[in-house]
Nanobody, 126 residues
């Protein structure tokens, strides 16, 4: 049984930074992709950043140069460093993990993820 627990969300003013974390519990050795997704009020959930087991990263165009995803396999933890935050980044942020390999996977495809956390709220005020 795999459990993903996010932490580090909160409220910040525009221009500020936050780092959210995702601690994985259970059998995590087989994770191929891990990713961050977000859902803003009234909008569909979208992929933000993904990282595969080799450390290759991919980002949504809207956060390139602004967010950085990383994973520490020794600590079973995934991170998302968010800089220069703006109100449009306000959302519930979800961590997810995927064990299935897909050739050419950018680790941003939601339906491929089997495990999801409960989410951590990020609110950015202007």
């Amino acid at each position: 049984q795999v459990q993903l627990v996010e932490s580090g969300g909160g409220s910040v003013q525009a221009g500020g930074s936050l780092r959210v974390s995702c601690r994985a519990y259970g059998y995590i050795a087989g994770f191929y992709c891990m990713g961050w997704f977000r859902q803003a009020p009234g909008k569909e959930r979208e992929g933000v950043a993904g990282i595969d087991s080799d450390g290759t990263t991919n980002y949504a165009d809207s956060v390139k140069g602004q967010f950085t995803i990383s994973r520490d396999n020794a600590k079973n933890t995934l991170y998302l460093q968010m800089n220069s935050l703006n109100p449009e980044d306000t959302a519930m942020y979800y961590c997810a993990a995927q064990t299935t390999f897909f050739r050419g996977d950018d680790c941003l495809t939601q339906w491929r993820y089997q495990y999801w956390g409960q989410g951590t709220q990020v609110a950015v005020s202007s």
